[in-house]
């Protein structure tokens, strides 16, 4: 995978947002402190490695991008969505399907994405 297929990754979790969304919220992880966010983050990551993969560092890269997010007063949905795409940019990159050259520009690349979209991201 290339980084001009990351777009086409953000573009699958778009599509399969409202799905992922059910399987967040049906999720039981043992660490009590996961949120709904950072559960939309182990989704997308389970797009590409197992669930049990998940590490503390996964936690941690999720947890800055949405305190990023909340500081920037991004809406609720697209705070869900931003996690999902960077769960399934871990993801990917913890299954060697990215680098960390592909894995950084996919991180800079997300809120692109999202501001392409526009107010549709509140309509998910």
Same mark, same amino acid.
Request: hydrophobic share 35%.
């Given at each position: 995978?290339?980084?001009? *297929? ?16 059910? $399987? ?6 043992? !660490?009590?402190? *996961? ?5 939309? /983050?182990?989704?997308?990551? %389970? ?5 049990? %993969?998940?590490?503390?560092? !996964?936690?941690?890269? $999720?947890?800055?991008? @949405?305190?990023?997010?909340?500081? @920037?007063?991004? %809406? ?5 969505? !931003?996690?999902? /795409? ?5 993801? @990917? =990159?913890? %299954? ?6 592909? =894995?950084?520009?996919? =991180? ?14 509140? !309509?998910?």
């Amino acid at each position: 995978m290339t980084e001009s *297929d990351i777009f086409d990754e953000y573009q699958r979790m778009w599509d399969s947002f409202r799905r992922c969304c059910e $399987a967040a919220n049906s999720l039981n992880t043992p !660490n009590p402190e *996961d949120d709904i966010f950072i559960k939309m /983050a182990i989704v997308g990551f %389970s797009h590409h490695q197992k669930t049990e %993969s998940w590490e503390h560092d !996964n936690y941690r890269v $999720a947890k800055q991008y @949405l305190d990023e997010g909340t500081s @920037l007063g991004d %809406s609720e949905t697209m705070r869900k969505f !931003n996690l999902l /795409a960077l769960g399934a940019l871990m993801g @990917l =990159y913890a %299954s060697g399907k990215i680098d960390q050259r592909v =894995y950084s520009i996919g =991180y800079c690349l997300l809120p692109g994405f999202v501001l392409g979209k526009g107010g549709a991201v509140e !309509n998910l």
